[in-house]
């Protein structure tokens, strides 16, 4: 009977454990899907062009690290970057490495027995979650995802009180303090199935204020969660372009590297960090943030060496020819199936005009036409796709739709048509604008040149945001859609006020460039009109656009 009220103990207490770190992943995702769905172009903006130097690309990927709670976030986002050619390899790698301290810095956080905050923070998440506005509801499940977390770090705690008098748990501890590789791969597996190295570290944390795990095994346990946490975002970009895996791969072996590199030495570096002024509680979020400074400190100077390293390691692929990827011609008979299709041709080509429109922000950036060489290949993908798309939902009219799926395939053949526009009066427009400043080795004003720079952002952004309507037809979204394109017509009129003005002041620069100045605002503005349009249908259907912009007499 002892022997099976004790098991029955043991099960209850594995359940508990096993319950609340399934509570902390299910905050985890919570915290990050609401940060997505608050700031997520505000995030991806930031990360996109804050990584000019390694300094602002540690601090991106820290900081974005420390918004979603996710380094394989931050990872899967800052490789799709490169593949775009938004960031630099070397300052991707650099990213990562911010993104491994932000994540040691959050289970700190997490440790530092701020538990008490729990409530307050779910009271306050569901309050802000019940509001209509889409980013204040993202919001709330941020914060409602860190009370989860808090709360789960409480619920681990109490789980794990029984296990100090644990024998079974003593003798498996004794087990792992002999073969350290093992449990080393232990933890990896643990971080690698939970998709996160902070829920492996605040388990071992959990585990270890019970007094029963030595400092050394609990470093080994620290470096295994490290390991594992960096496979996710590796297999996960498998399917990408060989830029992106460079990213991930670069990050693994840097990871793997440190952990080959501290293993032998476990018990020295395990009595050091004893030494740290902070509660013997704290242990494992203590090796976990010492363990990812100290791997930032060497492998930021090689950053470089590993980016030339991993791309003789996997080598770029000979790139397709200009076919479209997803126009599946034996699919027309399921309409539903063949407008998917041609909705993710078309994504391809809103990314293919994102790449244009990075490029062309880049040469006005830098005052490099290089960036530009590729526009007129991408143009001509676009011109090619964006027809492809149209032909092939003709098709599908043919055989018959109903009147809900003949509505969608207009609004992706109106997007594509818009999408192709924005392609030639970049083209057309922008690019011709750019080589006959640079050529000519003409400056903007300073204050004008800032002018454009936010323009060229801001429509880089809009883009983003249509691409995400155009999928969700998400009504909110649309809404502030359009009110983009006011501020759009704001900050053209004011731009142009303040060039004028400029010019009356008889100020050099101005006068040099005035036709260019107002060129460039008058595309980027027209650019912004076609990409607002991809709100029209949705608002119209919803009955909230009117036909005319005149004010009634009446």
């Known amino acids: 009977?002892?022997?099976?009220?004790?098991?029955?103990?043991?099960?209850?207490?594995?359940?508990?454990?096993?319950?609340?770190?399934?509570?902390?992943?299910?905050?985890?995702?919570?915290?990050?899907?609401g940060v997505s769905r608050a700031f997520g172009a505000r995030l991806r903006s930031g990360l996109s062009t804050g990584t000019r130097t390694g300094p602002r690309s540690f601090l991106s990927g820290f900081l974005a690290t420390l918004a979603l709670q996710s380094s394989t976030a931050t990872a899967l986002m800052a490789a799709s970057f490169v593949e775009r050619d938004f960031i630099k390899p070397r300052m991707a790698q650099v990213v990562l490495l911010g993104a491994n301290v932000g994540t040691a810095v959050t289970a700190w956080i997490v440790g530092f027995g701020i538990s008490w905050l729990s409530p307050?923070?779910?009271?306050?998440?569901?309050?802000?979650y019940r509001s209509s506005s889409t980013s204040r509801q993202g919001l709330g499940a941020a914060l409602l995802g860190i009370g989860i977390m808090l709360l789960s770090l409480h619920l681990m705690s109490a789980a794990t009180e029984p296990l100090r008098q644990s024998t079974a748990l003593l003798a498996f501890i004794g087990l792992l303090d002999n073969a350290w590789p093992?449990?080393?791969?232990?933890?990896a597996a643990i971080a690698f199935i939970s998709s996160s190295s902070l829920a492996a570290v605040v388990l071992i944390l959990s585990i270890g204020a019970t007094g029963a795990i030595p400092a050394d095994l609990m470093l080994v346990l620290v470096l295994g969660a490290n390991l594992g946490g960096a496979v996710p975002p590796f297999i996960a970009s498998l399917g990408g372009d060989a830029s992106a895996r460079r990213v991930t791969l670069g990050n693994l072996i840097v990871r793997g590297l440190g952990c080959l590199a501290v293993l032998p030495f476990a018990g020295y570096a395990g009595a050091w960090l004893e030494r740290i002024p902070t509660?013997?509680?704290?242990?494992?979020?203590?090796?976990?943030?010492a363990f990812n400074l100290a791997l930032a400190a060497v492998a930021w100077p090689l950053s470089s060496l590993l980016?030339?390293?991993?791309?003789?390691?996997?080598?770029?692929?000979?790139?397709?020819?200009?076919?479209?990827?997803?126009?599946?011609?034996?699919?027309l008979s399921t309409p539903v199936m063949a407008l998917t299709n041609a909705t993710r041709e078309v994504l391809g080509v809103g990314d293919l005009i994102e790449r244009m429109l990075a490029r062309t922000s880049h040469a006005l950036r830098s005052n490099d036409m290089g960036p530009l060489a590729e526009i007129g290949q991408?143009?001509?993908?676009?011109?090619?796709?964006?027809?492809?798309?149209?032909?092939?939902?003709?098709?599908?009219?043919?055989?018959?739709?109903?009147?809900?799926?003949?509505?969608?395939?207009?609004?992706?053949?109106?997007?594509?048509?818009?999408l192709e526009h924005i392609g030639d009066i970049i083209e057309k427009g922008l690019v011709p604008q750019l080589i006959k400043k640079i050529s000519l080795g003409l400056t903007f004003s300073e204050e004008g040149h800032?002018?454009?720079?936010?323009?060229?952002?801001?429509?880089?952004?809009?883009?983003?945001?249509?691409?995400?309507?155009?999928?969700?037809r998400d009504s909110g979204l649309a809404r502030q859609?359009?009110?983009?394109k006011v501020e759009v017509r704001r900050m053209e009129k004011d731009s142009a006020e303040r060039h004028l003005r400029r010019l009356q002041e008889g100020l050099l620069e101005s006068l040099q460039t005035s036709s260019l100045h107002l060129d460039l605002l008058r595309d980027l503005k027209r650019i912004n009109a076609h990409v607002v349009s991809v709100a029209h249908p949705i608002l119209d259907e919803g009955g909230l656009l009117v036909e005319s912009r005149l004010r009634s007499s009446a």
């Open 378 to 418: 991408l143009e001509r993908r676009v011109d090619m796709l964006q027809q492809e798309v149209k032909v092939y939902l003709s098709q599908l009219a043919r055989i018959g739709l109903a009147e809900e799926e003949s509505r969608r395939s207009i609004h992706i053949i109106d997007y594509a048509i818009n």
């Open 481 to 484: 859609m359009m009110e983009v």
């Open 120 to 128: 307050v923070l779910i009271l306050a998440g569901i309050g802000f």
């Open 1 to 33: 009977m002892m022997e099976m009220a004790g098991l029955m103990n043991s099960t209850v207490v594995m359940i508990n454990l096993f319950g609340a770190v399934a509570l902390l992943i299910f905050g985890l995702s919570q915290v990050k899907d």
């Open 450 to 472: 800032a002018e454009l720079r936010r323009l060229m952002d801001l429509t880089l952004d809009n883009l983003r945001v249509a691409q995400t309507i155009f999928v969700t």
């Open 182 to 187: 093992v449990a080393l791969v232990l933890t």
């Open 279 to 289: 509660p013997a509680s704290m242990f494992a979020v203590d090796a976990h943030l």
């Open 307 to 331: 980016s030339s390293w991993m791309a003789q390691l996997i080598p770029q692929e000979v790139k397709p020819d200009f076919a479209p990827k997803y126009l599946d011609r034996e699919e």
